[in-house]
Structure formats: C-alpha cells, structure tokens
C-alpha cells in the first residue's frame, strides 16, 4: 500500500525538463526560442478510435497538420478553434488527448483538460516542432464517452511500510493479464464542469476528479506559465523534488493507518469465490524507472508466496470448518482459480490489489475486486473459449456453451454433476473436465477448475446435439429467411457444426423455432378476433368476422371465417369480368381445416384474389355460408350474366344452384379428364376429348363427337352422359368475354400460398394480406409502365389473329356484313355492326378472331378498336 501516485504529466515535465538542460549544456547556440519556440505544427488525428488489444493503438480516422500555431497563445479554447477549422460544428463537444513524445499511447497519452495540460504540449515538443493530438466529437444529443489515462503507482523509498513485486511474479502476472485497459471513460458534461472549475481557479492548486490525481503541491500554473521561456527545465525539475518530498512526508504521516486496512482488505481476499484475474500494471515498469533516478523503491523488503491449498486449510481451521477439496485440482494439465488467486492474497500481492483500490466521494479508500472475464452471449456463444475464472449470467448460459463448444470441436462430454449450484462436465474420450459453481452472495456462475486441451479424436455422432439445442442456435436463421424448409435447415446444421442431424431432429426444431416466432397455434385463435377487428379498421368497408360456437362446457370454439377486403371488392367491380372461380384447398397446421377461395379474372388474363375463408371442414353447409356473402358484397341481384368455375367439390354444386341460379355454371376440363382417364386411357381419346371441349361452335363439336365415338365408344358414351353446356366452348354463353375452360386462377392462387398454408391462422392471414398488397402495387407499376391501348396479353391475342387473317379472304356481302373464305374450304360470316362471327370466337372472348380481323382489314381500320372495354389498359 505504500505507494505514491505519479500522474504521468509530472512525469512528463520532469523528463522534459531534463531534455531542455542538456540541450543547454551541450549547445552554446541555442536561444529561449529552441526551449518554448514562437511557433510550432500541430498534427492533429481525428475520425478514428481507439483500441487496446494487443497493444494500445488509433485505428482509422486521418491526420491534419495546422502550420504556425503560437506557443504563447496555446489554450484548450484555440484547440477547439482549430477542430472547427476542420469542418466541425461550433456546438459539438470536443476531447483531446495529448501525447508526449517518444512514449507509446500506453503511457505517453494524457487527457487535456485544462490549459496546463496544453502547456504541457508545448513544453514537450519534439525536435520536428509537431506536436500530436487526438480529436474526438460529441454532440449533446449524441454524447461521447471519453478516456484519460489511470493513475501510475511507484515504490516509495526505503523506510516506509511496503513490500516488492518479485520479478518471476511480474513475468506470470503479464502472461495471465496482458491486455490491459489503460483508459477510463471521462463524460462530456463532467469535463465541460471539470473545465469550468480550472478556468474560474486562481489558486496554484491543480483540479483533481475521480479519474486523473494531481498532486496538491504542484507549482502555480500561472507563475509557470509567465516564466516557461526562460526557466522551464528548471521549473520541471524543481516541481518533481518538491511532488517527491511532500509525498513521502504524507505517506509517512498515513503509513500505520494503511496498514491496518491492508490487512483488512487481505482477509477479505481470501473468498475463493471472490475472485479476480490478476491485471498487469502497464505503466509499472516505466514508473519503476523514475522512481529509481530519484531514489525511489530501494531496498524494499520481500516476502514469498503461499500455496492455495494452505490457505485454505489455515482459514478453514480458523473459522472451525472442513476443507472443500472441490475446487482444488492436483492435476498438472489442469489449472485452478485458487492458483490464479495467490496472486492477490499473500503478503507480496498487496502491491497488485493497490491497483484495484479507488476512492469514495468522501476520500476513503475502498478495495475493488479482481476482474474476471464476463461470458457475452450475443457474441461469443457461437464460438465458446473458456478461462479459469470467467463468469457467466447464469447456470443455462454456462451449460449450453459447454454444450455448443463440444459440438464444434467435435467432443462427447457428458454432465457429472448438474444441478443450479454445481456443474461439473468430463469428457467421455479423455481426462478432460470443467468444473464451474456459483459464485457466493451473487447471482454469477463461474468457471473453478479447467483443464487445459483435449487429448480425444473429433466424433460426428454427438449425444448433445438435440432439436432444442438446434432451435436455441438457428432461430435467428429461420427469423430472417421465413421461407426456409427443413431440408435447408438441416443442410445448415450440418455444414455450420460438422454434426450428424437426423430428418425427425430437423422437423422437431422447424416446430419449435415456428413457435418461438409465430406463436403457438392455439394463442393465435384466441387473438384471432383481434386481428379481424384490426383489419376492419385498417381496411374500412371491408367484411371479416368470425363465428364461434359454445360446446357443452361452456368452452368457445372456432367455427369458420370470411374476409373479402374492401379494395379487392372494389377493383374488381371495377376492372374485372363476371367470372368466379371457386375452389378449396387444405390446410397444414396443427388444428387442420379447409381454406375456400373465390378468384376473378382482370383485364390481363391474370387472378385477382377476391375473398377466402377458412372453415373446418368443406360441405354444402360452409360453402352456403360463403357463396351467399360473397353474392351480398358483390352485389349481384341478378345472376344471369355471371358465369361460376368450380370444380366436382362437395356441397358446391348444389351451392352455386342456389346461390345464384340464373348464373352460367361451368367445371373445370382438367378435372373432368382426371376422372375421365382412370376409365378411358391413353393420348389419342386424350386428344379427342380436349378437340370436343374447344369447339366454338355446335357444328365441329358433332364432328368431333363422332370422331371420338369412332376412337371408342365407350368413352363416346361417358363423355355424352355430362352436359356440354359445362365444358364445351360450343355451349358457352356469349357476352361475357370469357371462353376458359380450366380453374388454373382458383390452382394458382392455392400453389402461391402453398407455404403460408402451413403457418398458424393469424400468421397464415398476415401472409396471403402482404401478398395481396404487393401483387396489387406490382401490376399497378407494370400497367402503369406499358404503353399501348390494349393490356400485354390481350395484345399477343390479337397479334395472333391478325397472322390468321393472312390465310383468309373477305368479300363484302352488303349491310357491313362478310363472308370470308378459309384455303381448307371453311366459309364463316362476319357482322362488324353485331360484332360477330360464325366460329363464335369474337362473341365469347371479346377478341376479334382471325376472320373478323380480316372483315376489319378490309375495311381499313385498328382491329384494337374492336376489341372490348374489359381489356383496355384503362377503364371506366
């Protein structure tokens, strides 16, 4: 304990002071100018940081140079003049650093806070005349956190109550702790306080703070700096002898109550769990050096270590209780915290704890406890490197790092002893083990014992690799990538931590991260009416509501949903044909159920989602229930010019009948050749089947009919049992610009939310609405984009019929009627004021076909002209 502090700007200007007097003494020609020049350059670093491993440095930033700085005018005001200069804002809360030349930022950085410490640049300038500074910025909103150097501790002379590092102590104390933080943090209001209180100053005392010590009886700054160009070096010299004498007379007057508290403070560094890692005294050397030149740490007695285990023994005899050989390891590969503890707890150690010492607001002194290393889960979990000593936040934190460490490093450790007090972990390969406990009085855990590398090969099989493990360390993955399969989540598995992984293994973790993310099925049905009340009021005019029904317990249960959104509803009133199709589809979560969709056509040729709902089960009564709102949101009161595409779906046949009787009901083709092909077989009847349901007119569907009937008759009668007006072309009702024969809209609109199917049925909503939105704004862009009349695939359409035209010649029959000749001998009649034809084609779809394109040619106008308002790029 008997130290003096020595701020390392005395140490400084002592030095200083000694280059200036040899300079006078070995040059005859040097004037006041070459002590404290006019003028000098100033190399300023500004835009980087620091960092203190392995050696403190600056990283980044850059470095400008101001010429023709005034020595006499030198103030921390000019400094800050000069930071402005370099495009700074006049607002922004400056912190500069001073750095002695010659000396590494270790030791030859100081903290400028007044204007002696700018007087200290001056006095030490170098030969070059450029002195360097380091700039950092705050604002108020955005403060910064600055450093100044700690405090450096040097032996006192013989006489005083003190005891001596040994020099094998010193070499070990560097090698356990060699990254030491030189640098505390220093805030801006404090310093601006701090500065305030040394300008407001006229005393000769220097201001002191709880980071940076001066010595009391330093010389009057003002005194100093009248007279820095005449008797600098003689000043410096005359300030350390009067700093070293006042501080021995202190430490001798202080010298027995210290003692007392050194021994109070050993007994309490006794704690095996009160612990800490030993930290070197960088600046220890150097201070030793000084000390040296003034007579300082000579003949300071020396006293030997003891081993941990006495110790214990000896305060455990003391104080009446057993031994715990628990934590003591008498391997040699093995290393114990009660060996890294002797450090602080003999006699020789108190020199070390001394730096662990700090002073109260009221200026006692108070002992801080060796620091160990704190365990960082966010970033070292991945990667876990353990150290006797370190500590962890709880038991949890420490038993998966020990678990993800040996699945990196491919180990099969098992658990010894696991319980929220005691964790001791053995390789089964090797001797290997760790062996952590928590800490007494605090809720920390902390590594005891360790041994030092495995002697074991590297398995692949690993018994600590589980699907909770798994979702522990992939959940974040899974977060950012929402798409991601179990296939892919076991292929990163695998790549990331070389271990086997099974497929039931990558399953169980896909659950268990969707439930971490999305929550479990079962609370997102009970937060389900919030989420449609929330959709009500971000979408007003639209439908969503649920139905519930009370079983016998008085439990509420989910029956079924509806939503159709007010701008779907909207859009497609507006720009759509009357054409539905409507299909179901499963679901894939936890609790099942059926999804039905009803899907229009746009202009484009292209789905536009119109409503869904999900009900539990798929019959005639859930598809009542959603037919009969979808007709009241629609608001079809008269269903003659509606055409409805379904498929062979239970309970929608009869649905559609009584929900809209007077609509055109039409199936699916590829449906009905799924049923016809299990009876009927093979490409030709295939061929002859798709032939009949493209016919546009009732004469080529007789033809062929009668040539499928030639193929087989069987297939002949199957397919004259349905009714055409179903699934031929030829049956089709004309004026709603539709001739489809397949629900490809209703399949593609189930294949997009294929995935979201799977997710549970708020995040399922949430999903098919974000969808929703982005295809909307993804065609509005696209239209907005294209140029022309008419929509891009209506355009190819009629692109493709004017090449037809080429093959067919139109001859005026009077009353703007044709009659065009086909070269196979076909004869068909165009009406340009009916706007019809023949083959039916223009009156189904809405699209001049290949013959009146030929009428309109004739006639020399824009076949565009002809084509119906529901496929133009704007409508009305």
Same mark, same amino acid.
């Given at each position: ?105 270790? =030791? ?59 020099? =094998? ?176 707890? +003999? ?60 699945? &990196? ?39 005891? @014992? ?14 600590? &690799? ?14 950012? @990538?929402?798409?991601? =399969? ?56 639209? @439908?969503?509501?649920?139905? +519930? ?40 979560? @936890?609790?099942?159920? /059926?999804?039905? =969709? ?8 292209? &789905? ?69 092909? /299990? ?84 995040? &399922?909503?949430?999903?098919?609405? $974000?969808? $929703? ?41 009077? +009353? ?61």
């Amino acid at each position: 304990m008997g130290r003096k502090r020595v701020n390392v700007r005395e140490k400084a200007s002592a030095s200083a002071a000694k280059q200036w007097k040899a300079k006078e003494k070995t040059s005859t020609e040097c004037g006041p100018n070459d002590i404290l020049p006019n003028s000098f350059s100033l190399a300023i670093h500004h835009q980087g940081e620091f960092r203190s491993s392995p050696s403190k440095e600056y990283v980044g930033g850059r470095v400008d140079y101001i010429d023709n700085c005034n020595a006499e005018k030198w103030s921390l005001q000019v400094l800050d003049e000069c930071a402005v200069r370099l495009g700074y804002p006049k607002d922004a809360r400056f912190g500069w650093y001073g750095r002695i030349p010659g000396m590494p930022l270790e =030791t030859g950085l100081y903290f400028c806070m007044c204007d002696w410490d700018c007087d200290l640049l001056v006095n030490t300038l170098p030969l070059n005349r450029v002195a360097e500074v380091y700039l950092q910025v705050g604002t108020d909103d955005n403060p910064v956190r600055f450093q100044t150097q700690k405090t450096e501790y040097v032996d006192m002379p013989e006489g005083h109550k003190t005891s001596a590092k040994q020099d =094998t102590k010193d070499k070990e104390t560097s090698e356990m702790d060699s990254d030491i933080a030189i640098l505390e943090e220093v805030d801006f209001n404090d310093m601006d306080n701090r500065r305030k209180n040394v300008a407001d100053d006229n005393s000769n005392e220097v201001a002191t703070n709880s980071h940076e010590n001066f010595d009391s009886k330093s010389p009057n700054l003002q005194q100093e700096e009248d007279n820095k160009r005449d008797n600098a070096g003689k000043e410096a010299q005359m300030a350390t002898d009067n700093d070293i004498q006042a501080d021995e007379t202190d430490v001798q007057a202080d010298n027995n109550v210290q003692a007392n508290d050194d021994m109070q403070a050993d007994d309490k560094f006794d704690d095996p769990d009160y612990t800490g890692q030993v930290e070197e005294d960088v600046l220890f050397d150097e201070a030793l050096k000084i000390g040296q030149q003034f007579g300082v740490h000579k003949g300071a007695p020396e006293v030997g270590p003891s081993t941990s285990k006495d110790r214990r023994k000896k305060r455990a005899s003391r104080e009446g209780e057993a031994v715990d050989e628990v934590n003591i390891c008498d391997e040699p590969d093995m290393v114990n915290v009660e060996d890294m503890q002797s450090e602080y707890e +003999t006699d020789c150690s108190r020199e070390l704890k001394s730096e662990s010492e700090s002073e109260d607001e009221d200026g006692r002194k108070r002992n801080k406890k060796p620091k160990f290393s704190v365990f960082n889960e966010k970033t070292e979990m991945r990667s876990p490197r353990f150290k006797v000593g370190q500590r962890f936040s709880s038991v949890v934190i420490f038993r998966l790092a020990v678990r993800i460490q040996a699945i &990196m490093e491919g180990r099969d450790v098992q658990f010894i002893k696991n319980d929220t007090y005691r964790v001791r972990v053995k390789c089964r390969g090797c001797e290997w083990q760790i062996f952590g406990s928590k800490m007494q009085g605090e809720n920390t855990f902390q590594i005891k @014992t360790l041994s030092k590398e495995h002697t074991c090969g590297r398995v692949f099989h690993n018994r600590n &690799m589980t699907s909770k493990l798994a979702t522990r360390l992939f959940v974040d993955e899974v977060r950012k @990538t929402p798409s991601m =399969t179990v296939q892919e989540l076991m292929t990163r598995v695998t790549e990331e931590l070389n271990v086997d992984f099974s497929l039931k293994q990558g399953y169980r973790t896909m659950k268990k991260v969707r439930d971490i993310i999305e929550g479990s099925h079962e609370k997102q049905y009970a937060l389900l009416e919030d989420f449609c009340g929330e959709l009500r009021r971000a979408n007003p005019g639209s @439908t969503v509501f649920v139905e +519930t029904d009370e079983d016998e317990d008085g439990i509420v249960r989910f029956k079924r949903l509806y939503m159709c959104l007010e701008p779907l509803k909207r859009g497609f009133l507006k720009g759509c044909r009357h054409w539905i199709g409507l299909d179901g589809c499963f679901l894939k979560d @936890t609790y099942g159920g /059926q999804l039905l =969709t009803a899907v229009g056509m746009d202009g484009d040729n292209k &789905m536009f989602p119109l409503a869904l709902s999900v009900v539990i089960v798929e019959n005639y009564d859930n598809w009542s229930w959603f037919l009969g709102l979808l007709v009241q949101d629609l608001e079809i009161s008269d269903s003659s010019n509606w055409c409805v595409m379904t498929d062979k779906q239970k309970g929608l046949v009869q649905a559609v009948r009584d929900k809209m009787p007077q609509a055109e009901h039409r199936c699916c083709v590829q449906h009905l050749y799924t049923n016809f092909k /299990q009876i009927h077989r093979g490409l030709a009847l295939k061929e002859r089947l798709w032939k009949c349901a493209k016919a546009s007119y009732v004469t080529h569907w007789k033809v062929e009919m009668e040539q499928l009937g030639q193929e087989s008759a069987a297939a002949h009668s199957w397919l004259d049992e349905k009714d055409p007006k179903t699934w031929c072309r030829a049956h089709f009702r004309c004026g709603l610009d539709c001739d489809i024969l397949v629900n490809n809209m209703c399949e593609s609109f189930n294949a997009v939310i294929l995935k979201a199917r799977s997710l549970p049925i708020i995040s &399922m909503l949430q999903t098919i609405y $974000l969808y $929703l939105l982005k295809r909307m704004e993804r065609n509005r862009e696209a239209m907005s984009k294209h140029e022309g009349l008419l929509c891009p695939a209506i355009f190819e359409i009629l692109e493709k019929a004017k090449q037809e035209q080429c093959m067919c010649i139109a001859s005026y029959a009077g +009353t703007m009627k044709y009659q065009i000749s086909c070269p196979f001998g076909e004869q068909y009649i165009v009406d340009m004021a009916a706007k019809t034809c023949s083959c039916r084609k223009w009156q189904l779809r809405g699209i001049p076909c290949g013959h009146a394109v030929a009428a309109i040619n004739r006639r020399h106008e824009a076949p565009e002209k002809h084509v119906s308002n529901t496929y133009l790029k704007i409508t009305t």
